[in-house]
């Protein structure tokens, strides 16, 4: 399968430490590929690079053949890039409807004129994209707290939400930082279910993960980052087996 | 006692359309203006220069509004790369600007001597009582309409847009949205908004001066959009009159305290100002009609 997402070269460092030092790999179209590796290995400067939350200093990012390096956020989501984020975020005050209904693309009633008018476009789709957020808000059993503002949330509801919002906006590719940091096993789980069912209906996923166990449930192939740079990437089977990995990630973390 | 109401209900129209200026910056993209006096200021003397140079009224009501737009996309491209508290200050910075361009731009604004005889429409057919009424219902029906306008924003599309890049503009770029593009619509409209209600002024009080844009003006907005709720049109409109309500209410007041001059009077009255908005916001810091989520449609 040919690559969907390519990383070229990406050099990133802050007050002088090199966090991305030339890294370089790609996500095949159709795969859930694990980012692992330890802290400071650079996992989450190269997804903020990948998703135009950072502008590296150096190296290429290209999406479905498109250089993204230097695009917009917006403009990455307009192609069907779309990330959640470690630290579940949000619209404090908004409902979770709302957050779902934002994450829509190519709304044309959003249009000044069109919200003015209330023309007919804008509104039929707005009845649409209503019905597809109470689909998804239906399919990650946050419907009771539909109307509920996030900020009134518990933080696994938040995940959800962050889920859901990446579903609505029909990505081609999603990117999920930790989605399963400081969440309990059952919902650990059900994260997890959801994440390949979505990838069974055709989305890419790329994410960083620090439980093992999901990993090897989730993830193929595995791409092992560290010091800034690809180690190595193979099936969880074949990393784990590397003994470069293990000492330079997985051996640490069980001595720890 | 009718032509006095019918001037606070005149004015409170007048103060009306600036809470609704400052509802949809502030309340609905999270933008503070503090500068709102400066927009007036531009609205009021825009009208006013060009009906003195012979333009028709209605016209040049329109060309304040326009002249009130383009002036809010100036400061908002201007300080394009600023939030939060420095748009703020550079807001502050416009409406002093301003001021002081009334005051020294003689040839322009005729200086601190201010604008006498500003048109007003249909004074001389109806003569002052009539035109006093005319003036209410015509300054009300234009509140009335914005309001309307405003509402129907707030309630579609465009104003959750407009509400999440309140919440977090970084995040609402990583939903697909032109934050930039949308503030700067916003902020050209509440602009626009606040440089009508200058020109209805304008052609209500028939003399200007930069006296008259002061920045209290603008505080007592904020007390009138605090009051009332930040964040739903309904509250910035109910706020408008319940300013004006007791801003006038207290000049009856102060006689009601034992032993004080005319002078200390006047002066009590902005302390009772200020402890009516300390009150407001330790009772009820939301404000009267506060921010609702609307919910979900059926499924």
């Given at each position: 399968m040919s690559a969907l997402l390519t990383v070229e070269g990406l050099r990133h460092g802050f007050y002088g430490v090199q966090v991305l030092n030339g890294a370089s790999f790609e996500v095949r179209q159709g795969t859930v590929t694990g980012l692992i590796g330890p802290n400071g290995a650079g996992k989450s400067t190269a997804i903020n690079a990948i998703s135009g939350a950072l502008l590296p200093q150096g190296g290429r990012v290209s999406f479905a053949g498109t250089d993204i390096t230097r695009l917009p956020p917006r403009e990455r989501v307009g192609l069907g890039l779309v990330r959640s984020f470690q630290l579940a975020r949000g619209f404090p005050r908004l409902s979770v409807f709302d957050h779902l209904m934002l994450y829509g693309q190519g709304h044309p009633g959003e249009g000044f004129w069109q919200s003015l008018t209330g023309g007919r476009a804008g509104r039929q789709h707005e009845e649409r994209l209503a019905e597809t957020a109470l689909s998804v808000a239906r399919r990650l059993k946050l419907d009771h707290v539909i109307d509920n503002p996030v900020s009134a949330l518990s933080g696994g509801q938040k995940k959800l939400v962050e889920i859901g919002r990446a579903l609505m906006a029909e990505p081609r590719m999603i990117l999920f930082?930790?989605?399963?940091?400081?969440?309990n096993p059952t919902l650990s789980a059900q994260i997890a279910e959801h994440l390949t069912a979505l990838n069974e209906e055709g989305i890419t996923i790329c994410l960083i993960e620090h439980d093992m166990a999901m990993v090897a449930r989730l993830c193929d192939p595995v791409i092992v980052m560290a010091e800034g740079r690809k180690m190595t990437e193979g099936s969880f089977a074949e990393v784990v087996a590397d003994k470069a990995v293990q000492e330079a990630y997985l051996g640490v973390r069980h001595d720890a | 006692m009718l032509s006095y109401v019918i001037f606070s209900a005149t004015t409170a129209g007048i103060y009306g359309l600036l809470a609704l200026s400052l509802n949809l910056i502030w309340g609905g993209a999270g933008m503070v203006n503090l500068g709102l006096a400066g927009f007036f200021a531009v609205g009021a003397y825009a009208s006013a220069i060009l009906s003195l140079a012979g333009v028709p009224v209605p016209i040049a009501i329109l060309a304040a509004c326009a002249m009130g737009a383009a002036a809010g996309i100036g400061a908002t491209w201007a300080t394009v790369r600023l939030r939060g508290d420095y748009h703020a200050i550079v807001t502050l910075g416009f409406a002093e600007v301003v001021r002081l361009v009334a005051m020294n731009e003689r040839w322009l604004t005729n200086g601190t001597d201010g604008l006498p005889g500003i048109p007003a429409p249909l004074k001389s057919v109806l003569g002052p009582q009539g035109f006093a009424v005319f003036y209410l219902c015509l300054v009300l029906t234009i509140l009335v309409a914005v309001f309307l306008a405003l509402r129907r924003l707030d309630r579609a599309p465009f104003g959750r847009v407009l509400k999440a890049i309140r919440e977090d503009q970084d995040l609402a770029g990583f939903a697909g949205k032109n934050a930039m593009r949308v503030k700067l619509i916003a902020f050209a409209v509440s602009a626009g908004i606040a440089g009508l209600a200058g020109a209805l002024y304008a052609h209500y009080q028939s003399y200007i001066s930069?006296?008259?844009?002061?920045p209290l003006l603008t505080i007592y907005i904020f007390l009138a959009v605090t009051s009332g709720g930040v964040g739903r049109p309904a509250g910035a409109f109910l706020g408008a009159f319940l300013v004006i309500l007791f801003l006038e209410g207290t000049r009856f007041l102060g006689h009601l305290l034992p032993g004080l001059s005319s002078g200390q009077v006047a002066a009590s009255r902005e302390i009772l100002v200020g402890l009516a908005f300390l009150l407001v916001l330790h009772l009820r810091p939301q404000g009267v009609l506060p921010e609702r989520i609307r919910p979900a449609p059926a499924q």
């Open positions: 930082d930790e989605p399963m940091a400081g969440v | 930069p006296d008259h844009f002061q």
